[in-house]
């Protein structure tokens, strides 16, 4: 019998998260939305974890156009 990719437990139906890709039973996501915990929770907080590197930074002084 298949396992959740989530949880590791057998189950009889499972649904394929639409984000991941996971296979995941009732227990551990979704099946209206076809989100596992994992991707709802990402989905939910939104990406908290902004690394600078991901951010376009500037001096102040760039905003300056009569230089």
């Known amino acids: 019998m298949p396992e959740c990719e989530i949880c590791g437990e057998e189950a009889d139906k499972f649904t394929k998260c639409k984000s991941c ?31 600078e590197e991901d951010l376009d930074l500037f001096d102040s002084d760039d905003l300056d156009d009569d230089k």
């Open 21 to 51: 890709g996971a296979k995941f039973c009732e227990d551990c996501g979704s099946t209206i939305e076809k989100l596992c915990e994992f991707c709802a929770e990402e989905q939910k907080h939104g990406d908290d974890d902004i690394d």
